[in-house]
DNA sequence: GCCAACGTTGGC
DNA sequence: GCCAACGTTGGC
């Protein structure tokens, strides 16, 4: 299965902010990048994703659930921008930072690392098993 | 706050 | 269709 991650600046929208949303969920609006949509695009109800904090925190926080595939961005009137929902899964027991993931010669390809500007992203199998190793979490 | 990386726009 | 200019993102 394909796992992905969301990246958000604090400020704009934030894990507790996803969290309070509950099982409803919340759109993943604002997108304005072909590559960001065409990642949400070929996402499926049920796929996980990791909630990224960037700029002042530059951590994965949690893990997110797709609950809705993707639909017009109801914050334009332009149609080419699609976003799905997402909601919350749960807290990592450790936040994973930008350094552990550079400091480990595993995450060498990810595209977090490698690709700093790329709001919605892939993730491989291994890259998410080995992240939340680095967080503490169990599976 | 600065700057590098990247994407988009628009003139030709 | 190319490429320079510009805007934005995000790490540092």
């Known amino acids: ?29 604002g997108v304005r990048n072909y590559q960001a949509r065409n990642h949400m695009r070929s996402m499926k109800v049920g796929d996980l994703g990791f909630f990224y ?13 797709v609950c809705a595939k993707a639909h017009p961005d109801s914050t334009t009137d332009d149609d080419r921008w699609e976003c799905v929902d997402i909601k919350a899964v749960r807290p990592l027991p450790h936040p994973v930072t930008l350094q552990m993931c550079k400091d480990d010669p595993r995450l060498a390809d990810m595209v977090l690392v490698n690709n700093t500007r790329l709001s919605v992203q892939p993730v491989t199998d291994e890259e998410w098993q080995i992240v939340l190793e680095l967080a503490g979490d169990q599976g």
């Open 53 to 65: 904090h960037s700029q002042k925190d530059k951590e994965i926080v949690g893990i997110i659930e």
């Open 1 to 29: 299965m394909t796992r992905w991650l969301f990246k958000s600046e604090v400020s704009t929208w934030s894990w507790d902010q996803q969290v309070a949303k509950g099982e409803v969920g919340e759109e993943w609006d």
